[in-house]
Protein backbone atom coordinates (compact mmCIF):
# COMPACT_ATOMS: atom_id res chain seq x y z
CA UNK A 1 0.00 0.00 0.00
CA UNK A 2 1.68 3.09 -1.49
CA UNK A 3 0.01 6.42 0.28
CA UNK A 4 0.63 10.32 0.69
CA UNK A 5 -0.37 12.56 3.81
CA UNK A 6 -2.85 15.15 2.64
CA UNK A 7 -2.72 16.86 5.83
CA UNK A 8 -1.07 19.93 3.88
CA UNK A 9 -4.35 20.20 2.03
CA UNK A 10 -6.86 20.21 4.57
CA UNK A 11 -7.06 24.29 5.01
CA UNK A 12 -7.95 26.60 2.17
CA UNK A 13 -5.26 29.43 1.79
CA UNK A 14 -8.23 32.14 1.65
CA UNK A 15 -10.89 30.96 4.11
CA UNK A 16 -8.22 28.92 6.22
CA UNK A 17 -11.42 26.12 7.07
CA UNK A 18 -10.69 22.73 7.24
CA UNK A 19 -11.89 20.76 3.99
CA UNK A 20 -12.05 17.23 4.17
CA UNK A 21 -11.08 13.74 5.59
CA UNK A 22 -7.46 13.73 7.49
CA UNK A 23 -7.25 9.72 6.37
CA UNK A 24 -3.97 9.04 3.53
CA UNK A 25 -4.87 9.21 0.34
CA UNK A 26 -4.17 5.22 -0.72
CA UNK A 27 -4.40 3.73 -4.44
CA UNK A 28 -5.39 -0.31 -5.00
CA UNK A 29 -6.84 -2.21 -7.01
CA UNK A 30 -9.82 -0.76 -8.95
CA UNK A 31 -12.60 -2.74 -6.90
CA UNK A 32 -10.66 -1.26 -3.64
CA UNK A 33 -10.08 1.87 -4.84
CA UNK A 34 -14.01 1.75 -5.94
CA UNK A 35 -15.12 0.93 -2.38
CA UNK A 36 -12.56 3.20 -0.11
CA UNK A 37 -13.97 6.38 -2.29
CA UNK A 38 -17.17 5.59 -1.83
CA UNK A 39 -16.69 5.30 2.01
CA UNK A 40 -14.06 7.95 2.19
CA UNK A 41 -16.97 10.18 0.67
CA UNK A 42 -19.33 10.02 2.90
CA UNK A 43 -17.25 10.40 5.90
CA UNK A 44 -15.50 13.95 4.50
CA UNK A 45 -17.54 17.07 5.45
CA UNK A 46 -19.21 19.11 2.99
CA UNK A 47 -16.39 21.20 2.25
CA UNK A 48 -13.26 20.12 0.18
CA UNK A 49 -10.42 21.07 -1.98
CA UNK A 50 -10.62 21.68 -5.21
CA UNK A 51 -7.49 22.00 -7.94
CA UNK A 52 -7.11 24.46 -10.15
CA UNK A 53 -4.90 23.91 -13.40
CA UNK A 54 -2.38 26.55 -12.16
CA UNK A 55 -1.89 23.62 -9.44
CA UNK A 56 -3.47 25.76 -6.67
CA UNK A 57 -6.08 24.22 -4.72
CA UNK A 58 -9.28 26.53 -2.79
CA UNK A 59 -12.92 25.28 -1.43
CA UNK A 60 -15.81 25.54 -3.53
CA UNK A 61 -17.21 28.13 -1.39
CA UNK A 62 -13.85 30.59 -1.80
CA UNK A 63 -13.88 29.50 -5.76
CA UNK A 64 -17.91 30.12 -6.20
CA UNK A 65 -16.66 33.77 -5.09
CA UNK A 66 -14.07 34.03 -8.11
CA UNK A 67 -16.62 33.09 -10.75
CA UNK A 68 -16.83 35.99 -13.20
CA UNK A 69 -20.44 37.82 -13.19
CA UNK A 70 -20.40 38.05 -17.08
CA UNK A 71 -19.50 35.00 -17.27
CA UNK A 72 -19.99 32.35 -14.58
CA UNK A 73 -18.10 29.78 -16.65
CA UNK A 74 -14.79 31.72 -16.08
CA UNK A 75 -12.94 32.47 -12.71
CA UNK A 76 -9.44 33.74 -11.94
CA UNK A 77 -7.01 31.88 -9.30
CA UNK A 78 -6.83 33.76 -5.96
CA UNK A 79 -3.27 33.47 -5.61
CA UNK A 80 -1.62 33.69 -9.53
CA UNK A 81 -4.67 35.44 -11.07
CA UNK A 82 -4.87 32.86 -13.87
CA UNK A 83 -8.10 32.70 -15.92
CA UNK A 84 -10.01 29.43 -15.42
CA UNK A 85 -12.68 28.22 -17.83
CA UNK A 86 -14.97 25.49 -16.24
CA UNK A 87 -17.73 23.36 -17.72
CA UNK A 88 -21.55 24.06 -16.90
CA UNK A 89 -21.21 21.40 -13.81
CA UNK A 90 -19.71 24.37 -12.08
CA UNK A 91 -16.54 24.48 -9.66
CA UNK A 92 -17.39 20.48 -8.95
CA UNK A 93 -16.07 19.62 -12.11
CA UNK A 94 -12.28 20.32 -10.88
CA UNK A 95 -11.12 17.00 -9.31
CA UNK A 96 -10.50 17.49 -5.26
CA UNK A 97 -7.20 17.18 -4.14
CA UNK A 98 -7.79 13.61 -2.93
CA UNK A 99 -8.75 12.71 -6.40
CA UNK A 100 -5.31 14.31 -7.58
CA UNK A 101 -2.84 12.45 -5.56
CA UNK A 102 -4.55 9.12 -6.39
CA UNK A 103 -4.53 9.57 -9.92
CA UNK A 104 -0.47 10.50 -9.72
CA UNK A 105 -0.17 7.26 -7.90
CA UNK A 106 -2.03 5.28 -10.58
CA UNK A 107 -0.02 6.94 -13.48
CA UNK A 108 3.17 5.72 -11.26
CA UNK A 109 2.11 2.31 -10.52
CA UNK A 110 0.25 1.92 -14.54
CA UNK A 111 3.99 3.15 -15.71
CA UNK A 112 5.39 0.09 -13.98
CA UNK A 113 3.24 -2.31 -15.19
CA UNK A 114 3.86 -1.13 -18.99
CA UNK A 115 7.12 -1.90 -18.23
CA UNK A 116 6.64 -5.43 -17.21
CA UNK A 117 4.09 -6.09 -19.79
CA UNK A 118 6.89 -5.60 -22.16
CA UNK A 119 9.11 -7.51 -20.70
CA UNK A 120 6.60 -10.44 -20.73
CA UNK A 121 6.30 -10.12 -16.60
CA UNK A 122 3.02 -9.52 -14.69
CA UNK A 123 3.75 -8.80 -11.07
CA UNK A 124 0.56 -8.80 -9.23
CA UNK A 125 2.32 -6.96 -5.96
CA UNK A 126 2.39 -3.33 -6.16
CA UNK A 127 5.26 -0.99 -5.27
CA UNK A 128 8.25 -2.26 -2.98
CA UNK A 129 6.51 -5.69 -3.27
CA UNK A 130 3.15 -4.89 -1.22
CA UNK A 131 0.83 -7.41 -1.12
CA UNK A 132 -2.43 -4.77 -2.92
CA UNK A 133 -1.84 -3.67 -6.26
CA UNK A 134 -1.98 -0.10 -7.93
CA UNK A 135 -4.62 0.19 -10.65
CA UNK A 136 -5.38 3.20 -12.91
CA UNK A 137 -9.20 3.80 -13.01
CA UNK A 138 -10.43 4.46 -16.25
CA UNK A 139 -10.31 8.50 -17.22
CA UNK A 140 -7.73 8.60 -15.02
CA UNK A 141 -6.85 12.71 -14.26
CA UNK A 142 -3.09 12.81 -15.40
CA UNK A 143 -2.08 10.04 -18.39
CA UNK A 144 1.02 8.64 -18.44
CA UNK A 145 1.59 8.30 -22.35
CA UNK A 146 1.64 12.63 -21.83
CA UNK A 147 3.86 12.95 -19.12
CA UNK A 148 6.25 10.08 -19.97
CA UNK A 149 7.03 11.10 -23.87
CA UNK A 150 5.82 14.43 -24.76
CA UNK A 151 4.87 14.73 -28.18
CA UNK A 152 5.30 17.63 -30.91
CA UNK A 153 2.83 20.83 -30.19
CA UNK A 154 3.88 22.53 -33.23
CA UNK A 155 3.00 20.24 -35.91
CA UNK A 156 0.48 17.41 -36.63
CA UNK A 157 2.98 14.70 -38.02
CA UNK A 158 2.81 13.56 -33.93
CA UNK A 159 6.40 13.42 -33.75
CA UNK A 160 8.00 12.44 -30.23
CA UNK A 161 9.70 16.07 -28.94
CA UNK A 162 13.24 16.72 -28.24
CA UNK A 163 13.42 20.19 -27.35
CA UNK A 164 11.03 22.68 -25.06
CA UNK A 165 11.51 26.25 -26.69
CA UNK A 166 11.36 28.06 -23.25
CA UNK A 167 9.41 31.63 -24.81
CA UNK A 168 6.85 29.89 -26.14
CA UNK A 169 6.71 27.24 -24.05
CA UNK A 170 6.12 24.58 -26.46
CA UNK A 171 7.33 20.91 -27.46
CA UNK A 172 9.36 20.41 -30.55
CA UNK A 173 10.28 17.99 -32.78
CA UNK A 174 13.61 18.00 -34.05
CA UNK A 175 11.99 19.15 -37.57
CA UNK A 176 10.18 22.39 -35.66
CA UNK A 177 13.58 23.08 -33.86
CA UNK A 178 14.84 23.84 -37.32
CA UNK A 179 11.71 25.65 -39.08
CA UNK A 180 11.85 27.23 -35.46
CA UNK A 181 15.26 28.53 -35.89
CA UNK A 182 14.55 29.97 -39.51
CA UNK A 183 12.06 31.97 -39.23
CA UNK A 184 12.74 35.82 -37.87
CA UNK A 185 9.97 35.57 -35.14
CA UNK A 186 11.46 33.04 -33.03
CA UNK A 187 15.10 32.56 -34.22
CA UNK A 188 16.24 34.29 -30.66
CA UNK A 189 13.95 31.87 -28.88
CA UNK A 190 16.14 29.88 -26.09
CA UNK A 191 15.51 26.40 -26.87
CA UNK A 192 16.49 23.55 -24.39
CA UNK A 193 16.71 20.08 -25.53
CA UNK A 194 14.49 17.50 -23.35
CA UNK A 195 16.86 15.55 -20.78
CA UNK A 196 17.14 11.92 -20.94
CA UNK A 197 14.29 11.59 -17.46
CA UNK A 198 11.42 11.98 -19.63
CA UNK A 199 12.63 8.67 -22.12
CA UNK A 200 14.21 7.00 -19.12
CA UNK A 201 11.27 4.57 -18.75
CA UNK A 202 10.73 3.99 -22.32
CA UNK A 203 14.84 2.81 -22.42
CA UNK A 204 14.42 1.11 -19.33
CA UNK A 205 12.10 -1.26 -20.91
CA UNK A 206 14.13 -2.08 -24.59
CA UNK A 207 17.02 -2.38 -22.49
CA UNK A 208 16.12 -4.83 -20.18
CA UNK A 209 14.41 -7.46 -22.63
CA UNK A 210 15.12 -10.66 -21.31
CA UNK A 211 15.54 -9.79 -17.21
CA UNK A 212 12.44 -10.99 -15.28
CA UNK A 213 11.07 -9.27 -12.04
CA UNK A 214 11.64 -5.24 -13.59
CA UNK A 215 10.06 -3.22 -11.02
CA UNK A 216 10.39 0.54 -10.82
CA UNK A 217 10.56 2.37 -7.31
CA UNK A 218 8.24 5.44 -6.84
CA UNK A 219 10.92 8.34 -6.45
CA UNK A 220 12.01 6.66 -10.37
CA UNK A 221 8.52 6.73 -11.74
CA UNK A 222 7.86 10.23 -10.13
CA UNK A 223 11.57 11.17 -12.18
CA UNK A 224 10.29 9.55 -15.13
CA UNK A 225 6.69 10.41 -15.58
CA UNK A 226 6.47 14.06 -14.07
CA UNK A 227 8.81 16.20 -15.61
CA UNK A 228 6.07 18.23 -16.81
CA UNK A 229 4.85 18.87 -13.74
CA UNK A 230 7.82 22.01 -13.62
CA UNK A 231 6.10 23.74 -16.20
CA UNK A 232 3.51 24.32 -13.24
CA UNK A 233 5.93 25.76 -11.35
CA UNK A 234 6.52 28.95 -13.72
CA UNK A 235 2.40 30.18 -13.98
CA UNK A 236 3.64 33.15 -12.03
CA UNK A 237 5.81 33.92 -16.08
CA UNK A 238 2.31 33.81 -17.78
CA UNK A 239 0.69 37.43 -18.64
CA UNK A 240 -2.33 38.21 -16.68
CA UNK A 241 -4.07 40.07 -19.47
CA UNK A 242 -3.69 37.78 -22.12
CA UNK A 243 -4.65 33.26 -21.87
CA UNK A 244 -1.82 31.53 -21.74
CA UNK A 245 0.68 34.11 -23.34
CA UNK A 246 4.55 34.34 -21.21
CA UNK A 247 6.16 37.16 -20.43
CA UNK A 248 8.84 37.15 -23.24
CA UNK A 249 9.52 41.15 -22.88
CA UNK A 250 10.39 43.80 -20.39
CA UNK A 251 8.99 47.59 -21.05
CA UNK A 252 11.34 49.90 -19.46
CA UNK A 253 8.86 52.29 -19.98
CA UNK A 254 6.35 50.63 -17.44
CA UNK A 255 8.85 48.54 -15.88
CA UNK A 256 6.85 45.74 -15.45
CA UNK A 257 6.98 42.45 -17.64
CA UNK A 258 4.78 41.94 -20.62
CA UNK A 259 3.93 39.22 -23.13
CA UNK A 260 3.95 39.27 -26.93
CA UNK A 261 0.21 40.40 -27.25
CA UNK A 262 1.53 43.18 -25.03
CA UNK A 263 4.17 44.66 -26.63
CA UNK A 264 1.92 45.04 -29.61
CA UNK A 265 -0.70 46.54 -27.86
CA UNK A 266 -1.34 48.54 -24.04
CA UNK A 267 2.90 48.84 -24.66
CA UNK A 268 3.40 49.29 -28.36
CA UNK A 269 4.91 52.47 -28.26
CA UNK A 270 7.05 52.11 -25.30
CA UNK A 271 10.78 50.90 -25.24
CA UNK A 272 11.10 46.99 -24.07
CA UNK A 273 13.92 44.45 -24.06
CA UNK A 274 13.95 40.88 -23.43
CA UNK A 275 12.76 39.47 -20.13
CA UNK A 276 16.17 37.61 -19.92
CA UNK A 277 18.42 40.35 -20.60
CA UNK A 278 16.45 42.72 -18.24
CA UNK A 279 17.05 40.15 -15.75
CA UNK A 280 20.28 40.15 -16.35
CA UNK A 281 20.59 43.52 -15.79
CA UNK A 282 18.44 44.04 -12.69
CA UNK A 283 20.74 40.95 -11.48
CA UNK A 284 24.14 43.02 -11.86
CA UNK A 285 22.60 46.45 -10.97
CA UNK A 286 21.11 44.71 -7.93
CA UNK A 287 24.54 43.00 -7.10
CA UNK A 288 26.29 46.57 -7.23
CA UNK A 289 23.51 48.04 -4.92
CA UNK A 290 24.01 45.14 -2.97
CA UNK A 291 27.82 46.20 -2.51
CA UNK A 292 26.82 49.43 -2.20
CA UNK A 293 25.07 49.25 0.86
CA UNK A 294 27.17 47.18 2.49
CA UNK A 295 29.59 49.68 2.22
CA UNK A 296 27.01 52.10 3.09
CA UNK A 297 26.69 50.18 6.58
CA UNK A 298 30.26 49.75 7.33
CA UNK A 299 30.30 53.70 7.25
CA UNK A 300 27.06 53.94 9.34
CA UNK A 301 29.17 52.06 11.95
CA UNK A 302 31.87 53.84 11.61
CA UNK A 303 29.40 57.13 12.38
CA UNK A 304 27.68 55.58 14.96
CA UNK A 305 31.39 54.53 17.05
CA UNK A 306 31.86 58.36 15.95
CA UNK A 307 28.58 59.87 17.90
CA UNK A 308 29.24 57.07 20.75
CA UNK A 309 33.42 58.08 21.44
CA UNK A 310 31.70 62.07 21.34
CA UNK A 311 28.89 61.59 23.65
CA UNK A 312 31.75 60.13 26.16
CA UNK A 313 33.89 63.15 25.48
CA UNK A 314 30.92 65.49 25.95
CA UNK A 315 30.68 63.84 29.40
CA UNK A 316 34.31 64.14 30.00
CA UNK A 317 34.56 67.69 28.96
CA UNK A 318 30.96 67.69 30.94
CA UNK A 319 32.76 66.71 34.46
CA UNK A 320 35.84 68.73 33.75
CA UNK A 321 34.20 72.43 33.99
CA UNK A 322 32.07 70.65 36.53
CA UNK A 323 35.57 70.15 38.61
CA UNK A 324 36.86 73.91 37.20
CA UNK A 325 33.95 75.79 38.81
CA UNK A 326 33.78 73.63 41.73
CA UNK A 327 38.02 74.73 42.33
CA UNK A 328 36.73 78.54 42.16
CA UNK A 329 33.42 78.06 43.63
CA UNK A 330 35.18 76.86 47.02
CA UNK A 331 37.96 79.56 46.90
CA UNK A 332 34.59 81.97 47.12
CA UNK A 333 32.31 79.43 48.70
CA UNK A 334 30.80 81.75 51.42
CA UNK A 335 29.59 84.86 48.41
CA UNK A 336 29.27 82.31 45.64
CA UNK A 337 26.68 79.91 46.95
CA UNK A 338 24.25 81.28 45.01
CA UNK A 339 26.04 81.43 41.81
CA UNK A 340 27.85 78.19 41.59
CA UNK A 341 24.28 76.77 41.57
CA UNK A 342 23.60 78.83 38.63
CA UNK A 343 26.63 77.70 37.41
CA UNK A 344 26.17 74.16 37.21
CA UNK A 345 22.44 74.37 36.39
CA UNK A 346 23.36 75.96 32.99
CA UNK A 347 26.32 73.10 32.40
CA UNK A 348 24.17 70.31 33.26
CA UNK A 349 21.68 71.78 30.80
CA UNK A 350 23.96 71.87 28.13
CA UNK A 351 25.01 68.88 28.76
CA UNK A 352 21.53 67.47 28.51
CA UNK A 353 20.91 68.85 25.19
CA UNK A 354 24.09 67.77 23.29
CA UNK A 355 23.76 64.48 24.96
CA UNK A 356 20.16 64.26 23.96
CA UNK A 357 21.27 65.33 20.57
CA UNK A 358 23.99 62.63 20.07
CA UNK A 359 21.81 60.03 21.55
CA UNK A 360 19.27 60.84 19.33
CA UNK A 361 21.59 60.60 16.26
CA UNK A 362 22.86 56.98 17.43
CA UNK A 363 19.03 56.00 17.80
CA UNK A 364 18.43 57.07 13.79
CA UNK A 365 21.52 55.19 13.43
CA UNK A 366 20.85 52.31 14.82
CA UNK A 367 17.34 52.21 13.10
CA UNK A 368 19.32 53.02 9.71
CA UNK A 369 21.62 49.91 10.07
CA UNK A 370 18.43 47.77 10.87
CA UNK A 371 16.96 48.64 8.05
CA UNK A 372 20.29 48.20 5.63
CA UNK A 373 20.45 44.36 7.71
CA UNK A 374 17.48 43.52 7.02
CA UNK A 375 17.42 44.50 3.62
CA UNK A 376 20.77 43.08 2.65
CA UNK A 377 19.57 39.68 4.36
CA UNK A 378 16.56 39.65 1.96
CA UNK A 379 18.12 41.06 -1.01
CA UNK A 380 20.99 38.36 -0.91
CA UNK A 381 18.33 35.34 -0.36
CA UNK A 382 16.78 36.33 -3.21
CA UNK A 383 19.50 36.65 -5.54
CA UNK A 384 20.56 33.12 -4.01
CA UNK A 385 17.55 31.32 -4.30
CA UNK A 386 14.61 33.99 -5.80
CA UNK A 387 12.92 33.80 -9.19
CA UNK A 388 13.76 36.48 -11.71
CA UNK A 389 10.68 38.54 -10.89
CA UNK A 390 11.53 38.37 -7.47
CA UNK A 391 15.05 39.77 -8.50
CA UNK A 392 13.52 42.77 -10.17
CA UNK A 393 11.47 43.83 -6.71
CA UNK A 394 15.16 43.41 -5.20
CA UNK A 395 16.54 45.69 -7.06
CA UNK A 396 13.41 48.37 -6.20
CA UNK A 397 13.65 48.05 -2.35
CA UNK A 398 17.64 48.34 -2.55
CA UNK A 399 17.10 51.47 -4.42
CA UNK A 400 14.76 52.48 -1.99
CA UNK A 401 17.70 51.73 0.90
CA UNK A 402 19.89 53.37 -1.24
CA UNK A 403 18.15 56.54 -1.50
CA UNK A 404 17.51 56.24 2.14
CA UNK A 405 21.24 56.08 2.80
CA UNK A 406 22.12 59.39 1.17
CA UNK A 407 19.30 61.10 2.64
CA UNK A 408 21.77 59.80 6.01
CA UNK A 409 24.77 62.29 4.65
CA UNK A 410 23.92 64.30 7.46
CA UNK A 411 23.91 62.00 10.21
CA UNK A 412 27.48 60.28 9.54
CA UNK A 413 29.18 62.76 11.46
CA UNK A 414 28.53 63.42 15.05
CA UNK A 415 25.98 66.58 15.10
CA UNK A 416 27.79 67.82 18.77
CA UNK A 417 31.43 68.31 19.97
CA UNK A 418 32.73 68.45 22.94
CA UNK A 419 33.19 72.47 23.34
CA UNK A 420 32.63 73.40 27.07
CA UNK A 421 34.67 76.53 29.05
CA UNK A 422 34.41 77.88 31.81
CA UNK A 423 35.58 81.38 31.47
CA UNK A 424 37.13 82.20 34.79
CA UNK A 425 36.66 86.08 35.88
CA UNK A 426 39.98 88.28 36.74
CA UNK A 427 40.46 89.68 40.13
CA UNK A 428 38.64 92.76 40.06
CA UNK A 429 35.38 90.96 39.57
CA UNK A 430 35.68 89.06 42.47
CA UNK A 431 33.52 91.81 44.21
CA UNK A 432 30.63 91.35 41.37
CA UNK A 433 29.67 87.78 42.90
CA UNK A 434 26.67 87.24 41.61
CA UNK A 435 28.18 87.19 38.08
CA UNK A 436 30.57 85.30 38.31
CA UNK A 437 31.97 83.32 35.58
CA UNK A 438 30.18 82.68 32.15
CA UNK A 439 29.31 79.16 30.74
CA UNK A 440 29.58 78.81 26.97
CA UNK A 441 29.31 75.98 24.53
CA UNK A 442 29.66 75.85 20.85
CA UNK A 443 26.27 77.22 18.66
CA UNK A 444 23.54 75.17 18.90
CA UNK A 445 21.84 74.08 14.67
CA UNK A 446 18.73 73.70 16.21
CA UNK A 447 18.47 77.42 17.48
CA UNK A 448 21.18 79.06 15.45
CA UNK A 449 19.58 81.84 12.74
CA UNK A 450 20.39 82.82 9.53
CA UNK A 451 18.72 86.08 7.60
CA UNK A 452 19.91 87.85 4.56
CA UNK A 453 18.88 88.51 1.10
CA UNK A 454 21.10 85.44 -0.24
CA UNK A 455 18.36 82.81 1.38
CA UNK A 456 15.66 84.19 -0.97
CA UNK A 457 17.08 84.88 -4.33
CA UNK A 458 20.42 85.53 -6.63
CA UNK A 459 21.62 86.22 -9.70
CA UNK A 460 23.95 83.74 -11.70
CA UNK A 461 26.90 84.92 -11.93
CA UNK A 462 26.82 87.66 -8.83
CA UNK A 463 27.79 86.45 -5.51
CA UNK A 464 25.48 86.99 -2.72
CA UNK A 465 25.74 86.55 0.73
CA UNK A 466 23.90 86.32 4.04
CA UNK A 467 24.57 85.76 8.02
CA UNK A 468 24.24 83.50 10.19
CA UNK A 469 23.81 83.97 14.18
CA UNK A 470 25.04 81.88 16.43
CA UNK A 471 22.95 80.78 19.74
CA UNK A 472 23.93 78.13 22.60
CA UNK A 473 22.66 74.92 23.29
CA UNK A 474 20.79 77.81 26.23
CA UNK A 475 19.37 79.90 23.61
CA UNK A 476 21.96 82.83 24.23
CA UNK A 477 23.52 84.97 21.60
CA UNK A 478 26.84 83.67 21.28
CA UNK A 479 29.84 85.95 21.98
CA UNK A 480 32.96 84.71 20.15
CA UNK A 481 33.68 82.55 17.21
CA UNK A 482 35.12 79.03 16.53
CA UNK A 483 32.25 77.37 15.57
CA UNK A 484 31.96 74.90 12.72
CA UNK A 485 30.24 76.40 10.25
CA UNK A 486 29.57 75.20 6.48
CA UNK A 487 27.07 75.81 4.03
CA UNK A 488 26.71 73.90 0.71
CA UNK A 489 24.96 75.36 -2.36
CA UNK A 490 22.94 72.38 -4.70
CA UNK A 491 21.27 73.22 -8.25
CA UNK A 492 18.53 71.20 -8.60
CA UNK A 493 18.13 71.28 -12.03
CA UNK A 494 21.48 69.04 -12.24
CA UNK A 495 21.98 68.01 -8.94
CA UNK A 496 25.58 69.95 -8.87
CA UNK A 497 27.15 70.85 -5.44
CA UNK A 498 28.74 73.70 -4.64
CA UNK A 499 30.85 75.15 -1.71
CA UNK A 500 30.40 78.27 0.22
CA UNK A 501 32.86 80.94 1.74
CA UNK A 502 32.29 81.27 5.42
CA UNK A 503 33.46 84.31 7.72
CA UNK A 504 33.48 84.14 10.95
CA UNK A 505 33.58 87.79 12.68
CA UNK A 506 34.03 86.17 16.05
CA UNK A 507 31.22 87.49 17.91
CA UNK A 508 29.08 84.88 17.29
CA UNK A 509 28.10 85.82 13.45
CA UNK A 510 29.36 85.00 10.05
CA UNK A 511 28.69 85.89 6.49
CA UNK A 512 28.18 82.99 4.07
CA UNK A 513 29.30 84.02 0.37
CA UNK A 514 28.62 82.14 -2.72
CA UNK A 515 28.81 82.62 -6.77
CA UNK A 516 25.31 80.97 -8.23
CA UNK A 517 26.51 79.92 -12.02
CA UNK A 518 22.71 78.60 -13.32
CA UNK A 519 19.74 79.51 -13.54
CA UNK A 520 16.83 77.92 -11.31
CA UNK A 521 16.06 76.72 -8.09
CA UNK A 522 18.71 76.15 -5.69
CA UNK A 523 18.88 74.79 -1.88
CA UNK A 524 21.45 76.60 0.11
CA UNK A 525 22.17 74.48 3.29
CA UNK A 526 23.46 75.74 6.35
CA UNK A 527 24.98 73.65 8.77
CA UNK A 528 26.55 73.78 12.30
CA UNK A 529 28.26 70.59 13.25
CA UNK A 530 27.39 68.86 10.26
CA UNK A 531 23.28 69.35 11.65
CA UNK A 532 21.33 72.07 9.71
CA UNK A 533 20.25 75.10 11.24
CA UNK A 534 16.92 76.28 11.52
CA UNK A 535 14.68 76.54 8.72
CA UNK A 536 17.77 74.69 6.67
CA UNK A 537 18.08 73.78 3.44
CA UNK A 538 16.64 77.26 2.38
CA UNK A 539 14.96 77.76 -1.31
CA UNK A 540 16.85 80.34 -3.72
CA UNK A 541 15.61 81.44 -6.91
CA UNK A 542 18.75 81.90 -8.80
CA UNK A 543 17.30 84.53 -12.26
CA UNK A 544 19.90 85.64 -15.18
CA UNK A 545 21.09 89.17 -14.59
CA UNK A 546 21.79 90.99 -17.33
CA UNK A 547 25.38 90.82 -18.62
CA UNK A 548 27.41 93.74 -20.51
CA UNK A 549 30.67 92.22 -21.31
CA UNK A 550 29.76 90.86 -24.91
CA UNK A 551 29.19 94.04 -25.88
CA UNK A 552 31.56 95.44 -28.55
CA UNK A 553 31.78 98.96 -30.00
CA UNK A 554 28.98 101.64 -31.25
CA UNK A 555 27.30 100.52 -34.60
CA UNK A 556 25.98 103.41 -35.53
CA UNK A 557 24.22 106.35 -34.20
CA UNK A 558 21.73 108.78 -35.68
CA UNK A 559 19.34 112.45 -34.28
CA UNK A 560 21.01 115.54 -32.57
CA UNK A 561 19.39 117.75 -30.82
CA UNK A 562 16.65 120.28 -32.22
CA UNK A 563 13.00 120.65 -33.48
CA UNK A 564 14.06 119.78 -37.22
CA UNK A 565 13.02 116.21 -39.07
CA UNK A 566 15.56 113.52 -37.95
CA UNK A 567 16.25 116.55 -34.70
CA UNK A 568 14.91 114.82 -31.57
CA UNK A 569 14.75 116.48 -27.53
CA UNK A 570 14.59 114.00 -24.95
CA UNK A 571 13.86 110.86 -27.02
CA UNK A 572 11.98 108.53 -24.54
CA UNK A 573 10.41 105.25 -25.64
CA UNK A 574 12.21 103.35 -28.99
CA UNK A 575 10.70 100.42 -30.76
CA UNK A 576 11.77 98.57 -33.67
CA UNK A 577 8.88 96.87 -36.20
CA UNK A 578 9.28 93.63 -38.09
CA UNK A 579 10.61 95.47 -41.44
CA UNK A 580 13.18 97.25 -38.94
CA UNK A 581 11.87 100.71 -38.97
CA UNK A 582 13.05 102.51 -35.70
CA UNK A 583 10.13 104.20 -34.18
CA UNK A 584 11.20 107.32 -31.61
CA UNK A 585 8.98 109.46 -28.97
CA UNK A 586 10.48 112.34 -29.55
CA UNK A 587 8.73 113.50 -26.23
CA UNK A 588 9.90 117.31 -25.87
CA UNK A 589 8.80 117.95 -29.31
CA UNK A 590 5.40 116.59 -28.92
CA UNK A 591 5.86 113.75 -31.91
CA UNK A 592 6.93 110.48 -32.94
CA UNK A 593 9.70 110.38 -35.86
CA UNK A 594 10.25 107.27 -37.53
CA UNK A 595 13.48 106.36 -39.41
CA UNK A 596 14.82 104.10 -41.65
CA UNK A 597 16.83 100.87 -40.96
CA UNK A 598 19.63 103.04 -41.76
CA UNK A 599 19.17 105.51 -39.86
CA UNK A 600 17.82 108.16 -42.26
CA UNK A 601 14.76 109.79 -41.24
CA UNK A 602 11.71 108.66 -42.73
CA UNK A 603 8.37 110.28 -41.50
CA UNK A 604 6.59 112.05 -38.32
CA UNK A 605 3.30 112.86 -37.17
CA UNK A 606 2.32 114.15 -34.02
CA UNK A 607 1.70 117.39 -32.55
CA UNK A 608 1.23 119.52 -28.78
CA UNK A 609 -2.45 119.25 -27.81
CA UNK A 610 -5.27 116.30 -26.52
CA UNK A 611 -6.71 115.81 -29.84
CA UNK A 612 -6.68 112.60 -32.02
CA UNK A 613 -3.30 112.58 -33.22
CA UNK A 614 -2.08 115.04 -30.57
CA UNK A 615 0.39 114.51 -27.93
CA UNK A 616 1.54 115.90 -24.85
CA UNK A 617 4.98 114.50 -23.88
CA UNK A 618 4.99 111.07 -25.45
CA UNK A 619 6.65 108.67 -23.24
CA UNK A 620 6.45 105.18 -24.64
CA UNK A 621 5.86 103.72 -28.16
CA UNK A 622 5.64 100.05 -29.29
CA UNK A 623 4.86 98.63 -32.60
CA UNK A 624 2.44 94.90 -33.11
CA UNK A 625 2.57 92.68 -35.99
CA UNK A 626 0.21 94.50 -38.40
CA UNK A 627 3.11 97.35 -37.60
CA UNK A 628 0.45 100.03 -35.80
CA UNK A 629 2.17 102.34 -33.62
CA UNK A 630 0.99 102.19 -30.26
CA UNK A 631 2.01 105.45 -28.44
CA UNK A 632 1.94 106.08 -24.62
CA UNK A 633 0.15 109.72 -24.04
CA UNK A 634 2.02 110.57 -21.06
CA UNK A 635 0.04 113.82 -19.51
CA UNK A 636 -2.76 113.09 -21.61
CA UNK A 637 -2.88 109.96 -20.02
CA UNK A 638 -4.20 107.74 -22.61
CA UNK A 639 -2.97 105.16 -25.11
CA UNK A 640 -3.15 106.46 -28.81
CA UNK A 641 -2.98 103.60 -31.92
Known sequence: MASFPDSDLQTCPLCKELCGSSAPISSSSSTSSSSSHTS???????????????????????????????????????????????????????????????????????????????????????????????????GGLLHPHHLGEPQCSSCDEENPATSHCLDCQEYLCDNCVRAHQRVRLTKDHFIERLGENLHLGRVNATSNPGQPGVSVSLSQSLQNNFALLSLFQDRMNFC??????????????????????????????????????????????????????????????????????????????????????????????KALEERECELLWKVEKI???????????????????????STIAAVSQVLDEGR???????????????????????????????????????????????????????AFAPVTKAHGEGLKSALRGKPTSFTVIGYDHDGEPRLSGGDTVSAIV????????????VTDHQNGSYTVSYLPKCEGEHHVSVLVCNQHIQGSPFKVIVKSGRSYGALGSQVSAFGCEGEGDGQLCRPWGISVDKEGYVVVADRSNNRIQIFKPCGAFHHKFGSLGSRPGQFD?????????????????????????
Not at 356 to 365: A, F, G, I
Open 40 to 138: SSSSQTTRRLHVLPCLHAFCRQCLEGQRSPGDPLKLRCPTCDQKVSISEAGVDSLPSSNFLFSNLLDVVVSSEEQIQNKNGHHHRGGLGGGSAGFHLPH
Open 240 to 333: QHHDNEVFLFFCETCSVPICRECSVGRHMSHTFVYLQDAVQDCRAITIQLLSDAQQGRQAVQLSMEKVQAMAEQVEIKAKVVQTEVKALVLRHK
Open 351 to 373: RQVKAKSLYLQVEKLHQSLTKLD
Open 388 to 442: HLDVLLARERMLTQIHELKALRGLLQPQEDDRFMFIPPEQALYIAIQSMGLISSG
Open 490 to 501: MSVTDGNLSAAE
Open 617 to 641: RPAGVACDSQRRIIVADKDNHRVQV
